[in-house]
């Protein structure tokens, strides 16, 4: 894996917190629409709705970028439908891009060592 791996991830984790975040305020939205006169459900149903956007479309340049398998993408992207699954997502997200940076920096510290 490259840096450029580790930059897809890191895109897809930066949105993925904001959009869990996003869903659950459009949950409480909706239920104070039907319990009282306050109604922002247009509004954040739009914010949501740009969030989630940009979760699949992070989702699917990780995906190609770091090579996973249907089960592990699939996960990732079932998580973005469940309300705090973007947490979740947020945390796995941070092992796996600090596991690659590390890799690319063992490998470059290794190839140093090797060209001295």
């Known amino acids: 894996m490259d840096l450029?791996?580790?930059g897809a991830l890191r895109r897809l984790r930066l949105i993925s917190a904001p959009e869990a975040?996003?869903?659950l305020l459009l949950l409480v939205c909706s239920v104070l629409k039907r319990t009282t006169d306050f109604n922002a459900v247009p509004v954040m149903g739009m914010v949501h709705g740009v969030l989630f956007v940009l979760y699949v479309a992070f989702w699917a340049l990780a995906w190609r970028r770091a090579r996973w398998g249907w089960k592990r993408a699939g996960w990732l992207l079932l998580l973005s439908v469940l309300p705090t699954g973007g947490f979740?997502?947020?945390r796995?997200?941070?092992r796996?891009?600090?596991a690659v940076v590390d890799a690319v920096v063992a490998a470059r510290g290794r190839s140093e060592a090797v060209g001295a």
Do not use: I, N, Y
């Open 88 to 90: 979740f997502a947020e």
């Open 92 to 94: 796995t997200l941070a």
């Open 21 to 23: 975040v996003s869903f």
């Open 4 to 6: 450029k791996t580790a």
């Open 96 to 98: 796996e891009s600090e």
